[in-house]
């Protein structure tokens, strides 16, 4: 069984978005649009389906006429523990680029690092993971530009 996987409706950003989080998360796309999947509720060159697959795998697609675009309120992605230390800090700064850092990534008080950011595109993401598994040992607190390195 595989897990789930985030599927976005985007109103005519899924191209940008796919080569958004291919830049965040590495992986291999693919596109197909309206007019390849015979939709006419739409422009011919709108993304029908896009998919990022590799160490996230994520779906999108421009949102048609009678299709609802994304929108979340009390929603969250979690990502903890998803990837290497070194790489969860390095996905949270990128998807801090365009978006709002909603909580650091940083050392919490019961000894793990978490953060909330909320990227360009309104999905929130919580990253985090346990110390003991990065070979530095550090926390690092990143916001917007500033990259705090905690020991």
Do not use: C, N
């Not at 590799?54 to 048609?64: N, R």
């Not at 009390?74 to 990502?79: E, Q, S, W, Y």
């Not at 793990?112 to 360009?120: M, P």
């Amino acid at each position: 069984m595989t897990a789930p996987a985030l599927y976005l409706h985007l109103p005519g950003t899924a191209a940008e978005a796919l080569e958004f989080y291919q830049g965040v998360f590495g992986g291999e796309t693919s596109t197909a649009t309206y007019a390849e999947f015979g939709r006419t509720d739409g422009p011919g060159s709108a993304v029908a389906h896009g998919t990022l697959s590799g160490a996230v795998d994520l779906y999108v697609s421009d949102a048609g006429e009678h299709d609802e675009p994304f929108s979340a309120r009390g929603l969250m992605v979690a990502l903890l523990g998803a990837a290497e230390p070194t790489t969860l800090r390095t996905w949270f700064a990128a998807l801090a680029e365009g978006g709002d850092v909603v909580d650091p990534l940083q050392r919490r008080d019961w000894g793990a690092s978490d953060g909330q950011v909320r990227d360009r595109y309104g999905v929130l993401w919580l990253i985090g993971y346990e110390h003991g598994t990065d070979p530095t040992a550090d926390a690092t607190s990143t916001q917007g530009d500033t990259t705090i390195t905690q020991e």
